[in-house]
């Protein structure tokens, strides 16, 4: 026998098959990548928040993590207006900007706080606070431990 090729009822039904799974497929990539940019905001925003403790500690001097609403950026600096800079640290280190649509909250002791901010202190403690980053339906939250400084990344809305 001789090779047979495709009939086009079969190409019109491989067509229909790869279409039906393209469909159902779409959604779950769309929600993976909608993840994936929040798990991404949360984590550079994690990242000067650990930069925040280590300046504090490193230099001796309390430091703050401010989030600033208008221009969609996190910075780490040194509080107080006339406080000195530690050698080899840079005055303020500033994250990336991010989008509009992607909500930042700060939390401490189940309430909303007075500065968007988290102190850090010399000797290794901070304010007690959570950062919910949130895009839609994903969350991801980040807290920030009192007694020890540390920072951790968590999925989802964490409750204080």
Do not use: N, Y
């Not at 039904?13 to 949360?42: D, F, H, S, W």
């Not at 989008?99 to 706080?113: A, Y």
């Amino acid at each position: 026998m001789g090779r047979r090729g495709f009939t086009l009822i079969e190409l019109a039904l491989v067509a229909v098959v790869i279409g039906i799974l393209l469909t159902a497929a779409i959604p779950k990539l769309q929600q993976t990548a909608l993840r994936m940019r929040v798990e991404q905001a949360a984590f550079e925003l994690v990242q000067l928040l650990r930069a925040a403790h280590e300046q504090a500690v490193a230099g001796g001097q309390e430091t703050l993590w401010v989030w600033d609403a208008q221009a969609r950026r996190a910075r780490v600096e040194p509080a107080g207006e006339d406080a000195p800079t530690t050698p080899g640290m840079p005055e303020a280190i500033t994250s990336a900007s991010f989008p509009s649509d992607l909500s930042v909250l700060l939390t401490r002791d189940g309430g909303s706080v007075e500065c968007d901010c988290v102190r850090f202190f010399p000797d290794g403690t901070s304010e007690p606070t959570a950062l919910t980053v949130q895009l839609r339906e994903q969350t991801v939250t980040a807290t920030v431990d009192d007694a020890t400084g540390q920072v951790r990344l968590v999925a989802g809305a964490v409750a204080r």
